[in-house]
């Protein structure tokens, strides 16, 4: 980049310098011309005037600028030192015949001069005028400026040089020490922090590498918990399959009641491993999108109530608490047995969070406009602090509290749920507060069920 930009530098300020060149030398000599031009005009106009024409020659002379007066045969009338001025008149008795010929003034270069030529009269009689000023003078000008545009030149490129080292270092060192920090994170230096505030650029990616840090690190957190819990998921029904196998085999084996028992123990292990193993094949399509929604329009007033009894053991057996608020008969839009998982996952999820009094609460109702309806399931379990809202819908995540688990499960349920209702865009959310629970809810589109949706 340094190079680069000094190159740019270089390239410029040549370009700059030909052109002030270029620019210098050609306006010098125009306005040379323009004013031999002039004067050659004023020393016409005072010919014929006493002392007119010598008072021209010397005044002229001082500024650099020669008049001289020639007959028609060539001979110089004025100033009579002009041999000892300017020299031999032969240069220019070309441009004089040519004159002669065309019948008008002329500016010429010759020998080193800006000439100007005229015919003019004088004593009555035909004569030349030739007004000469040295071309040297000129020259010697626009070499002075051209050595002070050069002098600038060289020293405009180096302090671009200097500027250039001097920015390209700066900006160099800190995308150094982001790309040695950037090592160090891909190996797993997760204390590396990205700071770069020189240039707003750099500072979004400085941001944005910070981001992926954390990001990544909660990737490895999260990838750690997984294999846990899988291990652990994994772990009890293996071990508890192989016990009750065991069991078959050297006690139980004659014993038609206990093999029965120890048989249903190890197809009810076996079952919670196929649960487990397709939940994290679900979890896996819905995030791919591999699986396509089945839409279609249902009663869901209907699909709650009917996950509802499959809770009722819960009430039976363990004493809980269904508090039920449902609206009749109410509709939606929706791919039927996904929208089953969600609500069977948040009803589970409620039972294993609730409170001592056992107590889950789940309503369905529909808004004021007849346009949606919304469906929340309450615990009033110890709730969930708000740094940990945003996790929970995370694979394995668990808030680190200790609670019963009378429904068996996964720890994918939640992040199943979001998978599902993302794809389908239904918003939904939880609402949570330490010490009085959390309310876990959907917003579903309401449709009426007369109308038939293809």
């Not at 010929?101 to 010759?110: A, D, L, P, T």
């Not at 922090?193 to 690190?217: G, I, M, W």
């Not at 609206?327 to 969600?342: G, L, N, P, W």
Request: proline share 2%.
């Amino acid at each position: 980049m340094w190079w680069y930009f000094c190159s740019l530098a270089i390239l410029l300020t040549l370009l700059i310098e030909l052109v002030f060149f270029i620019i210098v030398s050609t306006t010098f000599e125009n306005q040379a011309r323009e004013r031999i031009s002039h004067i050659g005009k004023e020393v016409e106009a005072e010919l014929n005037i006493p002392m007119g024409l010598e008072n021209s020659i010397y005044r002229n002379r001082r500024e650099g600028v020669n008049v001289v007066l020639v007959s028609r045969d060539w001979q110089v009338v004025a100033p009579r030192d002009y041999d000892e001025v300017q020299g031999s008149f032969e240069e220019i008795k070309d441009r004089l015949e040519s004159l002669e010929k065309i019948g008008m003034n002329e500016v010429f270069r010759s020998s080193g001069n800006l000439n100007y030529i005229s015919k003019v009269e004088y004593g009555g009689k035909p004569h030349y005028l030739v007004v000469s000023y040295s071309l040297k003078i000129v020259q010697d000008t626009v070499g002075n400026l051209q050595l002070y545009l050069l002098l600038i030149g060289v020293s405009v490129i180096i302090l671009a040089f200097l500027v250039s080292a001097v920015f390209s270092r700066r900006l160099t060192s800190g995308l150094k020490i982001m790309s040695d920090n950037a090592v160090r994170l891909a190996k797993r230096d997760y204390a590396v922090e990205f700071n770069n505030a020189d240039y707003k650029e750099l500072a979004q990616l400085s941001d944005t590498l910070n981001y992926v840090r954390d990001e990544v690190k909660k990737s490895e957190d999260f990838q750690r918990e997984i294999l846990a819990n899988v291990t652990h998921d994994l772990k009890t029904p293996l071990t508890m399959i192989k016990a009750y196998a065991s069991m078959i085999k050297e006690i139980s084996g004659d014993d038609k009641q206990k093999r029965e028992k120890h048989l249903q123990v190890i197809i009810d292990e076996a079952d919670r491993l196929t649960g487990l193993v397709n939940d994290v094949l679900n979890v896996s399509k819905l995030q791919s999108n591999i699986t396509e929604l089945n839409l279609k329009v249902f009663n869901l007033t209907e699909l709650v109530y009917g996950i509802i009894n499959k809770f009722g053991y819960l009430q039976e057996s363990q004493g809980y608490n269904l508090m039920v608020d449902i609206d009749a008969d109410v509709y939606t839009r929706a791919d039927e047995e996904k929208i089953k998982q969600v609500i069977y996952n948040l009803l589970g999820n409620a039972a294993n969070y609730t409170g001592p009094d056992k107590t889950v609460y789940i309503s369905l109702k529909s808004s004021m406009d007849g346009k949606r309806v919304k469906f929340s399931v309450r615990d009033t379990g110890k709730g969930i602090a708000k740094d940990q809202l945003p996790e929970i819908w995370n694979r394995y995540y668990r808030v680190k509290e200790n609670h019963t688990r009378p429904v068996k499960g996964t720890g994918l349920g939640l992040n199943i749920v979001k998978a599902i209702l993302e794809s389908h865009s239904f918003d939904f959310g939880v609402e949570s507060e330490q010490g009085k629970g959390s309310c876990f809810w959907v917003d579903f589109p309401a449709i009426p069920p007369e109308i038939e949706i293809k």
